[in-house]
């Protein structure tokens, strides 16, 4: 009985008793649900599957092998993680939204089937949605609103792909693929945009940093890494992802450098640091795919640690700009040292989760003799610690004095902090534990003495390279132009001067038609109105008469034939 | 009189131009540290020029310098006020 439950729907129908409850028993049920879906998730053993016949093709809701388990256990870990960060979250609806959205991602995870997956799919896109719009404010709304129509659109190219992929092959099956035909490009086009993949990359820093606090750390987790997700089972060793992940790779580390707002430089982060996830499943060896995973798990506990951190010195000074924001360390150590771990763990400091997992790409593309692919990854490890690693902490809790005093946040999202801090550390420590539910087994050792020494050396001297080219990063009130710009600007001004020519066409057409179509209201009113011929109300009189002389004729016409 | 709490955030000894000295110099012989360490190791390079002394630090700090260089290049052309779009969406 237990095994036909698909995990994910314990968060998606717990969500909705949450409105239900009373506001004591909620922090219990946000608690409870993925402890209660982590449990569902491992006790169903590997190689479980459950099918349901719809139509003419038998879906799969749960299909629960090694990577499926690895990104379930992930986002319940991480809807675990950022509830108890937003327990103190007013707005009931984001946290339905979110929990809905958690159980939509490890649908997408568990689903053996296309269908399956587009439908969790969907369900994201809309949830997420809500996650943005549900922060209450005028820019959320119109970040939600963009945001959602380049869901809708990708979710389209997706389905299109779909259905002509299942009439090519007849199969919903979803199993690895090869970018042969243009279904295939189309599903994969469709992963790639909820990738944040160039050249819609905008949409993420675009509409993550305009949710609440606690709205932007769910964001982080689930949407990005469900299409990681999809493209390792999908489409591994695609060689184009290469391409892809180092482009992305390099577009969040010199859009971050430029941005003031201190959780836009996190977003960024996240294009770049799944751009080293898509690059390994471009790679596509055992090692390589082995290490996008793991780095699609570290990389959702050290983000949402940053993002936890950069939330919570937003709830308590209600500014987001690295030009307003300094000095905080002396009034908010611990939110600076959990920033800090994170910092270091997106930058794979030894010791810490990125370390174990991000030198497994480098590995696998060292080990293929991908020359080029390994010194741009190797410049752009060093550019992490650039960009996020030192950046943030510096510019948000160290730089100058802002005169900012707040205080700690409160407890819950403290101990959320501590949590993910001591995992960022535990995972960098004993990499074991994260080897041994990859997909594939790991023959990879990370602590060799020159592994160490040669990292150290690369993100020292970056750090190095920071301070000395600090004045050439003085933050300044600007923001850069993306693609973005031909929707939010270019395309709203050709809407408008389109509007304008064709309007004046359309008013002349319309006073014409108004000409020719009173003419015709007349006519039918002359005989249909009410003092019209053929709409007369007749006396039961008139009518015998007419009867009675219509009789008459008919007699006199058959006397006569 | 025991300084006022005030006082001892606006002087914290952090921020004191002694300290920060310090923490160049302890910076800068770690620095030095890495990279001597090379000494003792005996290179194993994928690609022959990943084997030259101290390669990830003078690769580490040359890639990065023409980051923060690209970056403000691209920021000469792409730069806008952060106001850009909301004077455009006022213009409604």
Redesign the interface.
């Known amino acids: 009985m237990i095994d036909a439950l698909p995990p994910g729907m314990v968060l998606i129908f717990g969500a909705f008793i949450l409105p239900l409850i009373s506001r004591a028993m909620r922090p219990a049920l946000l608690l409870a649900l993925p402890v209660v879906t982590m449990s569902l998730i491992w006790n169903q053993d590997i190689g479980h599957s459950l099918n349901i016949a719809f139509l003419d093709y038998t879906l799969t809701p749960i299909k629960m092998d090694a990577l499926s388990r690895l990104f379930a256990t992930i986002f319940t870990l991480m809807a675990f993680a950022g509830s108890l960060y937003a327990l103190k979250q007013k707005r009931i609806v984001e946290l339905v939204a979110a929990n809905v959205y958690a159980g939509s991602a490890i649908g997408v995870a568990l689903a053996g089937d296309l269908i399956t997956v587009f439908v969790f799919w969907e369900i994201m896109a809309v949830a997420s949605t809500v996650v943005i719009w549900s922060a209450g404010t005028d820019a959320s709304y ?1 970040a939600s609103m963009r945001y959602v129509l380049v869901h809708l659109f990708g979710g389209v190219i997706l389905m299109s792909g779909i259905i002509w992929h299942v009439g090519e092959t007849g199969s919903v099956d979803f199993q690895a693929m090869v970018a042969d035909g243009p279904a295939r490009w189309l599903i994969l086009i469709g992963f790639l945009l909820n990738a944040g993949a160039p050249p819609f990359s905008a949409w993420l820093p675009d509409a993550y940093p305009e949710a609440s606090f606690s709205g932007t750390v769910f964001l982080s987790a689930f949407t990005t890494k469900t299409a990681v997700y999809v493209l390792l089972r999908g489409f591994p060793g695609e060689e184009i992802l290469i391409f892809v992940g180092l482009y992305m790779v ?1 577009y969040g ?3 971050a ?2 941005e ?2 201190m959780r836009r430089i996190l977003t960024y982060s996240i294009v770049n640091q799944v751009g080293f996830m898509i690059t390994g499943i471009g790679i596509g060896t055992e090692m390589a795919l082995n290490g996008a995973a793991a780095h699609a798990f570290t990389h959702i506990i050290y983000k949402a640690l940053l993002l936890m951190s950069a939330g919570s010195v937003l709830l308590m000074t209600e500014k987001r ?1 690295c030009t307003d924001l300094g ?1 905080l ?3 908010m150590p611990l939110t600076m040292t959990c920033g800090i771990i994170g910092a270091l763990a997106i930058s794979a400091f030894p010791l810490t989760s990125g370390f174990i997992s991000k030198s497994m790409v480098a590995q696998a593309a ?1 080990d293929e ?1 991908l ?1 080029m692919v ?2 741009f990854l ?2 752009a490890s ?2 992490v610690f ?2 996020a690693g030192i950046k943030f902490p510096w510019f948000v809790f160290f730089q100058k ?1 802002s005169g900012l ?1 707040p205080p700690e946040p409160p407890l819950n999202m403290r101990i959320s902090m501590v949590f993910l801090a001591v995992l960022c550390i535990g995972l960098g420590v004993w990499p074991e534990t994260l080897y041994a539910i990859l997909p594939y087994p790991v023959d990879y050792a990370p602590y060799t ?2 592994h160490v ?14 301070f000395l ?1 600090l004045p ?2 003085k933050r ?7 693609i973005d710009w031909f929707y ?2 270019a395309g ?1 001004r050709i809407a408008r001067i389109l509007a304008r020519v064709f309007g004046r066409a359309i008013e002349r057409a319309e006073a014409k038609m108004d000409l020719g179509l009173a003419t015709v209201i007349r006519l039918v009113f002359r005989h249909h109105g009410p003092e019209g011929a053929l709409a007369r109300t007749s006396l039961v009189g008139s009518m015998v008469q007419w009867v009675v002389v219509l009789l008459g004729v008919y007699l006199v016409l058959f006397l006569l034939v | 009189m025991p300084p006022n709490k005030n006082d001892v955030m606006d002087d914290h000894w952090l921020v004191r131009p002694a300290t920060i000295r310090l923490l160049w110099w302890g910076g800068l012989t770690i620095l030095a540290l890495t990279v001597l360490a090379d000494l003792f190791l005996t290179p194993h390079p994928h690609f022959g020029i990943d084997g030259s002394f101290g390669f990830y630090a003078w690769f580490g700090f040359l890639t990065c310098a023409a980051m923060v260089a690209g970056a403000k290049a691209l920021g000469l052309v792409l730069s806008r006020k952060d106001t850009y779009y909301q004077e455009s969406d006022d213009n409604d």
């Open positions: 119109r390099f580390i010199i859009y450098l430029l003031n707002d700009k000095g360390f002396r009034t060292a003799h020359k390994w010194m190797t410049a060093a550019g650039l960009h004095d005093r003495t020159g020494v040669k990292m150290l050396q690369l993100l020292l001297f970056s750090g190095l390279a920071f080219l050439l990063m300044t009130l600007t923001i850069t132009l993306d939010r600007h709203v």
